[in-house]
């Protein structure tokens, strides 16, 4: 029980002017006629809305979503019998009551609005969007905004038809769902009037719009017209997305026994865009930087994260398009399918990109957040809209895919494929649950899939498995003990899962697997018996796993060669996530770190850089720091040797990534000041129009450049970012703003936060990086304490509150702590109140982690 967070619960709670906006019920819409006349110039539409609709019993009122709606006139009926209706909003509930005088008679009938809006600049519902030369208009409704735009049954179960038409200024075009089917001039001389085709059965959240004079690249796949769409200028940068689009498609096609349903597939990059993307029906749209590069210079992670997300949001034109969750509290169906489907594709294209890697790593972010007191089962009740925009973390995300990926790894891959595509063919175009998934994966599996999964959808944590070993019978006795992993060692609430484990032991060609589904359970491997077993084969299980020192030690020589690469990132996470959690010492942890000096996958090798740099910068000070760099050059300086801070021309993808990781290790853990001053020296000439850095080390080199940086740089860095046409490399140079030391430079870059210059779908990643910097981090609090003002309409967009709270949970010491606290309770972000007290937690954590294991790290570094 903790006091602290459910006062504070209580506090937001009562600030939050929307409770419960569900709708009544009773009546539900079949298709909605949508015209809307697109003023840019003045921000804001006219709309005419036919709504048909189905009646369950005589009514006089219909109760359905609106908000900042200006309605005009509202009849109920058809034709003759039509009849006026009297309009009521309340803008906390987010509903417009229509009344009319004589009751509307059960079965099917007609609603007709009139009605105007804003093009507002929230980011949300139909909004503008700006560049230095023009105007934008564009829709964003997940998860509660179509509302905003039109009258409707805004929840994810009434699904409908929605045929759109759209008058627009002459010279631009519009872009939504469906195809378009004519194009006029008119009504006005200045406008022309575009009809759309009616789209298959869908929500409301899926319906978009985007106006303005984007052009398009064109391709195809399997017949299906696909466009990649951006501003005029930016059109070029599509190629590598339009590219990606058809692999994908093709790859879906054959995975998915539903072909692509939607007739055609439009990708549009947007200037202001608060998500990453956004998987409207066949009209996805995007922030720039995730969708466009330069396809000349673009380095591998960058054509990576565009291969992703656009597989990310494709695998969602099934999962969320096709079949949608009942309500948001199953919002991981949508989510979390995409996430564990979107590496499919990438992987199949690109086998040399370790997408195994990234799946373990996406596994950690889970497993990290999962592990505090203040994390939530994946379904979850959530009511108010702000409680449904927090439920879009990393628990739905990754936890989500990583229960998948577990499962999969059980079933079997072409099994759970199979449970899949009847889960798909038994609700397309319509809704499913939780539930109605996983009868599908035991039905097509025959395996206790129905009892291996609410154990982890229902239920929140971590489970922790302990594992001993014995000799039996000349094999191996292994003893496996579960129980919930909390990182604040304070918690011991039980939990219990029901989960496969696998088994690997020396010398065996296959894992052994069992299910684990009591507290304790022994079992025995065939063979001889084991000097050590790793208890997470392949590591695909959901969970943690703890080894005695005797176990630990046993393994450690054989983690090079008998580890996989995600086995070994598996390993190493954990320990350290034991030692956060005061199990195990730092000392142990640091005795394993040394031994990955060598690893050659960057991402086990960013894993391991991570959890030093949190020794560097929490557990160490003075002399102790300068141990502590000592050892860190031990410990990379071969590799660094090895890989050199030039990259060479025959580079392979992952040597480079290795690269930048290496050199990040060698110039922040090990303060290197040659590589420092060579990073400086790289960045001057490339800013200074000399040769461009290696796209794949460029973001590190310009950060090490900034963290002993001078005016002169700071300057040259805010024009270039500027200047730069293609997003990465305008991103790169903005960001590396947050990594100086000099207090007058980051009082600078903190200024820029509140200017016209920095874009509101920036402002919360843009201050995150001055909260990543130790250096920065007390004045970052300080100047958004004193400039919330300014700040809080840029952060209160989709995912920025929730952005710059999570990053607050660098700081560690009570009074920052404090501060935090209090600043909240001041001033309430309600979409980011759990998020808030995960960061209180966090920094809890790290204080008592720093008390208990400063001593420890000090003395290993001195004896070692
Ligand atoms: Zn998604």
């Not at 450049?705 to 293609?726: E, I, K, M, N």
Request: negative net charge; charged residues 20%.
């Amino acid at each position: 029980m903790r006091l602290r967070a459910l006062t504070f619960l209580a506090l937001v709670f009562l600030s939050s002017p929307a409770s419960a906006q569900r709708l009544p019920g009773g009546v539900a819409p079949d298709h909605y006629d949508l015209a809307f006349v697109v003023d840019l110039v003045h921000e804001r539409f006219d709309g005419t809305e036919t709504i048909r609709v189905t009646v369950a019993a005589p009514t006089t009122r219909i109760v359905l979503h609106a908000l900042d709606i200006d309605f005009r006139e509202v009849k109920i009926g058809a034709g003759a019998t039509a009849q006026k209706a009297t309009v009521t909003s309340d803008a906390a509930a987010q509903t417009a009551t229509f009344t009319v005088a004589r009751p509307i008679a059960a079965g099917k009938t007609e609603i007709h609005v009139r009605y105007g809006g804003t093009l507002n600049s929230q980011l949300r519902g139909f909004y503008i969007s700006k560049t230095k030369v023009r105007k934008y208009a564009v829709t964003q409704f997940e998860s509660t905004d179509a509302r905003r735009a039109f009258p409707c049954f805004d929840e994810p179960a009434y699904k409908a038809t929605f045929a759109l038409t759209l008058t627009i200024d002459r010279g631009d075009i519009a872009i939504s769902n469906g195809k378009v089917v004519s194009d006029a001039p008119g009504p006005a001389p200045t406008q022309h009037t575009m009809v759309f085709a009616p789209t298959p059965k869908m929500s409301s959240y899926l319906v978009a719009i985007a106006v303005g004079d984007f052009t398009c690249l064109d391709g195809a796949a399997e017949a299906v017209p696909i466009r990649i769409c951006a501003t005029p200028d930016k059109r070029d940068l599509g190629r590598i997305a339009l590219e990606s689009a058809q692999q994908i498609l093709k790859f879906y096609n054959s995975y998915y026994s539903i072909k692509y349903p939607f007739g055609k597939l439009d990708v549009v990059a947007v200037p202001d865009f608060a998500a990453g993307a956004m998987e409207n029906t066949a009209a996805i749209f995007y922030r720039e930087t995730d969708l466009l590069a330069d396809s000349k210079s673009a380095p591998a992670d960058t054509r990576k994260k565009i291969l992703a997300i656009l597989a990310h949001e494709m695998a969602h034109q099934w999962f969320g398009d096709l079949v949608t969750m009942q309500w948001w509290d199953d919002i991981w169906l949508n989510e979390g399918f995409a996430t564990w489907m979107a590496n499919k594709p990438v992987d199949a294209g690109h086998r040399d990109w370790n997408v195994d890697v990234d799946e373990a790593e996406e596994n950690q972010q889970a497993l990290a957040l999962d592990s505090l007191n203040a994390t939530r089962p994946i379904h979850v009740d959530v009511e108010t809209p702000a409680q449904i925009d927090e439920a879009f973390d990393a628990i739905t995300y990754q936890k989500g895919a990583a229960v998948l990926r577990m499962v999969e790894s059980f079933v079997g891959a072409e099994t759970f494929r199979k449970g899949v595509n009847a889960y798909l063919q038994t609700h397309a175009y319509g809704n499913a649950t939780s539930e109605d998934f996983w009868k599908a994966l035991s039905a097509a599996s025959g395996k206790p899939v129905e009892r291996i999964l609410p154990t982890f959808v229902n239920q929140p944590g971590v489970p922790l498995v302990s594992v001993s070993l014995a000799c039996a019978g000349g094999g191996t006795s292994v003893t496996l003990r579960q129980e919930r992993f909390f990182v604040d060692a304070g918690h011991n609430e039980a939990g219990r899962w029901q989960m496969p484990v696998c088994v690997k032991a020396p010398g065996q060609s296959q894992p052994a697997c069992d299910m684990l589904d009591d507290a304790s359970h022994t079992f025995t491997t065939p063979g001889t018996c084991s000097p050590w077993v790793f208890a997470n084969a392949g590591a695909r299980g959901y969970y943690r796993t703890a080894y005695s020192s005797e176990l630990l030690r046993a393994m450690a020589p054989h983690v090079g060669t008998d580890l996989t690469a995600t086995e070994r990132l598996s390993l190493i996470d954990d320990e350290w996530a034991l030692v956060r959690a005061g199990r195990h010492g730092a000392a142990d942890y640091l005795t394993l770190a040394a031994g990955y000096g060598r690893e050659h996958v960057s991402g086990v090798l960013d894993e391991v850089v991570r959890g030093l740099s949190f020794v560097h910068d929490y557990l160490t000070s003075g002399e102790t720091r300068s141990r502590f760099e000592a050892f860190a050059r031990t410990v990379f300086q071969a590799g660094y040797d090895e890989v050199g801070f030039t990259a060479a021309r025959d580079d392979g993808d992952d040597r480079k990534a290795l690269r930048a990781t290496v050199v990040g290790a060698m110039g922040n853990l090990a303060h290197d000041a040659d590589v420092t001053a060579r990073a400086r020296a790289a960045a001057d000439r490339a800013l200074s129009g000399g040769p461009a850095l290696d796209s794949a080390t460029a973001g590190v080199v310009l950060r090490l450049a900034a963290s002993h940086g001078d005016a002169r740089l700071f300057d040259a860095l805010v024009a270039s970012a500027d200047r730069a046409s293609d997003p990465d490399e305008h991103y790169r140079y903005l960001y590396a703003l947050g990594a100086f030391d000099d207090p007058a430079l980051i009082a600078r870059g903190l200024e820029l936060a509140t200017t016209p210059q920095l874009r509101s779908q920036d402002a919360a990643i843009y201050l995150a990086q001055f909260f990543a910097n130790p250096d920065a981090r007390s004045t970052a609090l300080s100047f958004v304490a004193d400039h919330w003002p300014a700040l809080e309409p840029k952060v209160k967009v989709f995912g920025g509150d929730t952005t710059l709270v999570s990053a607050m949970g660098g700081f560690c010491d009570p009074a920052s702590r404090d501060r935090i606290k209090s600043f909240f309770a001041a001033h309430p972000l309600p979409a980011a109140a759990r998020t808030l007290d995960q960061t209180l937690e966090r920094i809890d954590n790290c204080i008592a982690l720093r008390e208990k294991q400063t001593a420890t790290v000090g003395t290993w570094l001195a004896n070692r």
